[in-house]
């Protein structure tokens, strides 16, 4: 029976199910955005923990990468247990939920597939953590005569904020990039094999039904009579 091991957040937990625990955890760094990409086998189901404050947002974006059918089931559990979403066969999904206190479980479900791992990639993205006030007061500490500039602290801090916002959104808009043109990549793998393999069987039909015709042409030119002596 495995331990379960809780880390501060907004540091993500990993366990794995089924249905029992097993042992041994894997933690990322603290990061107010994290992504992850592993691979999931056949019948198994692998889920995540991420504890969160009251009132934040809490946003899970997934795609299935690679694998038969690129589909996998997915739900989302509050702390208390309760199901805030549940799809099934899914090759994608984004939910965002507003959050309570606690550690938010997320699973990621292979089970009814008997052959095929997948390789998902998914996202996390975590606001009002309530560090910007911490923040802010970090930024008092160090600025002093402040009558003396001509611009006002908070008109830095929300420029620094802005700027903050929208690299953000650029790494995030670059991270999903990245994930679909993996996605497309194996896709277009996977029909090369395909058409590689095909293209193999026909040549070989072809040849096979050439040489039956070829023997069944020189069958009707043979002369089957015996000679008479």
Not at 14 to 36: E, K, M, Q
């Amino acid at each position: 029976m495995g331990v379960r091991i809780w880390l501060p957040f907004p540091v993500l937990l990993l366990a794995a199910l089924p249905p029992v625990l097993l042992p041994g955890a894997a933690g990322f760094t603290p990061s107010l955005d994290s992504d992850f990409t592993f691979t999931l086998p056949a019948g198994q189901k692998e889920c995540f923990y991420q504890p969160m404050p009251l009132k934040a947002s809490l946003e899970i974006e997934y795609q299935v990468l690679d694998g038969a059918g690129l589909d996998i089931d997915f739900h989302l559990a509050s702390p208390e247990g309760k199901i805030l979403v549940f799809e099934q066969r899914k090759s994608d999904g984004v939910h965002t939920v507003e959050t309570e206190v606690g550690d938010y479980m997320f699973c990621f479900d292979n089970t009814f597939s008997t052959i095929s791992e997948k390789v998902i990639f998914f996202e996390l993205i975590l606001d009002n953590m309530g560090e910007q006030a911490q923040e802010q007061e970090d930024w008092k500490k160090y600025i002093t005569g402040t009558d003396m500039l001509d611009m006002k602290l908070e008109d830095i801090l929300e420029s620094i904020n802005s700027i903050k916002s929208r690299l953000s959104k650029s790494g995030h808009i670059q991270t999903l990039l990245r994930a679909f043109e993996a996605r497309d990549r194996n896709i277009q793998e996977s029909n090369f094999d395909r058409v590689n393999f095909w293209s193999m069987v026909n040549l070989m039909v072809m040849v096979v039904v050439s040489a039956i015709q070829v023997y069944m042409l020189k069958s009707l030119f043979e002369d089957k009579r015996k000679s008479r002596t």
